[in-house]
């Protein structure tokens, strides 16, 4: 069995290296003839899979996402051609739900602004929405939710139109497919009137998709309005972000709010679980036995952290701070924007950072926030 994979997903030789020969290629690239005689293509978001690319091969059974987003493959392509597909919902939705709580732990130290007491609107509440919900509220943040979606499907939560949301987010965290079409399409949900209307001193979070925001409005916006502050995982036009944006974002990164190494393993993991189940093989590979041990053992805590505190506990597992830096080094440089997704090997989830306290019962929102071995 031929496997052709993006070489950006880890772990996938002691995963499928049982099952069948591994070919890696770069996704972004991948030609008709690169593909023509797999059996598996195993893609990540940057990989275009529809007609053009696959409609000379005439033997693949199985086409294997490592996201949750499904905006780059042609589902209705693939159902004609009864070749099965399978994405990773949920795999980065940890990533992603801490990389967002981490950002405004960072621009209220930056800003000298604290997040307690502030409300974060969270639009999209999925996955990821939720998974941000859940850390914020675990720290005792408001957090109002607006997903229409959910809300006609009957999602127990309480939800909030999207101008309530707007009158009363300090923070707005966004975590919504790009949908071009329909009653609840996303594409430029914030559009330049949304933007220009949006509350003195928001703080703005885009890690979902980069159409979600007219970026060129968003630079004339920021020209205008200093208060708004940015971070920005994901642009309109990746891998070549507008440069003139760039500058106006407090945090820049390459769309990597999802790229912890556990989020990376679990999204390889659960194609790997989809293919043997295609397969009707025992899936008898174990993710634990994939990640590095962390390179700190414990962290021991005198006292229970304050809001600074636990943004430097924070740090230890993932300190934005440096793939904003590099971000800025080198987004304009040539494939710079993916040179620095593919080595992207060095973040953690809060999971991975064992906490020792005297006192146990204290400390459950620690346990709760995902870090590991709280109390002693
Ligand atoms: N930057 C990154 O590395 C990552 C980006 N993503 C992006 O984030 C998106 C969301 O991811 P998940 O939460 O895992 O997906 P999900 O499918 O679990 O949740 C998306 C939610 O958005 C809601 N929604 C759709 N249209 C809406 C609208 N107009 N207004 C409000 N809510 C709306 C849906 O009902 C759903 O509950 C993905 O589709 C993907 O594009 C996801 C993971 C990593
Ligand atoms: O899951 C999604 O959807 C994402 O946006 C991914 O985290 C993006 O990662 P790549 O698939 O582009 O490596």
């Excluded at 069995?1 to 996704?27: A, R, T």
């Excluded at 006609?152 to 707005?172: C, H, K, N």
């Excluded at 506990?313 to 904003?324: E, H, K, Q």
């Excluded at 400390?363 to 709760?368: E, G, M, R």
Aim: proline letters at 5%; a negative charge; one cysteine or more.
């Amino acid at each position: 069995m031929k496997i052709v994979v993006d070489e950006n997903m880890p772990y996938v030789e002691p995963l499928f290296g049982d099952l069948g020969e591994i070919i890696p290629v770069n996704g972004r690239t991948l030609t008709p003839e690169q593909v023509q005689d797999a059996d598996v293509l195993l893609v990540r978001s940057v990989t275009r899979v529809n007609a053009a690319l696959l409609d000379a091969n005439p033997k693949l059974k199985f086409v294997g996402s490592a996201t949750i987003g499904t905006d780059h493959v042609d589902l209705a392509y693939l159902a004609t051609r009864g070749i099965v597909f399978s994405n990773a919902p949920g795999c980065n939705a940890t990533a992603v739900g801490e990389f967002a709580f981490i950002a405004m732990l960072e621009l209220a130290a930056r800003f000298n602004s604290p997040l307690k007491g502030k409300v974060v609107g969270i639009v999209g509440a999925g996955n990821t929405g939720s998974a941000t919900a859940k850390c914020l509220e675990v720290f005792g943040i408001k957090v109002l939710l607006h997903d229409p979606i959910k809300e006609a499907e009957g999602d127990p939560r309480d939800f909030v139109s999207l101008e309530t949301l707007l009158q009363e987010a300090d923070i707005i965290s966004l975590h919504v497919p790009i949908t071009r079409t329909g009653e609840h399409k996303t594409l430029h949900l914030f559009d330049e009137a949304r933007l220009m209307s949006l509350k003195a001193n928001i703080w703005l979070i885009n890690c979902c998709r980069g159409d979600v925001i007219d970026n060129q409005a968003l630079i004339k916006v920021k020209q205008q309005r200093d208060d708004l502050k940015l971070v920005l995982d994901v642009w309109e036009g990746e891998p070549h972000p507008m440069p003139e944006l760039v500058p106006f974002a407090e945090f820049a990164t390459p769309h990597i709010a999802g790229y912890s190494l556990e989020g990376k393993a679990r999204g390889t993991f659960m194609l790997y679980q989809k293919l043997c189940e295609l397969l009707a093989i025992p899936a008898t590979k174990g993710l634990s036995d994939l990640l590095p041990r962390f390179n700190i053992k414990a962290v021991e805590l005198e006292q229970l952290p304050d809001e600074k505190a636990l943004l430097q506990l924070a740090r230890f597992v993932y300190d934005l701070r440096d793939d904003d830096a590099v971000f800025r080094n080198c987004f304009a440089n040539e494939n710079g924007f993916d040179i620095m997704r593919k080595n992207h090997k060095h973040r953690r989830e809060f999971s991975a950072l064992a906490l020792a306290y005297r006192g146990q019962s204290e400390v459950d929102w620690l346990s709760n926030l995902g870090f590991s071995g709280v109390g002693r």
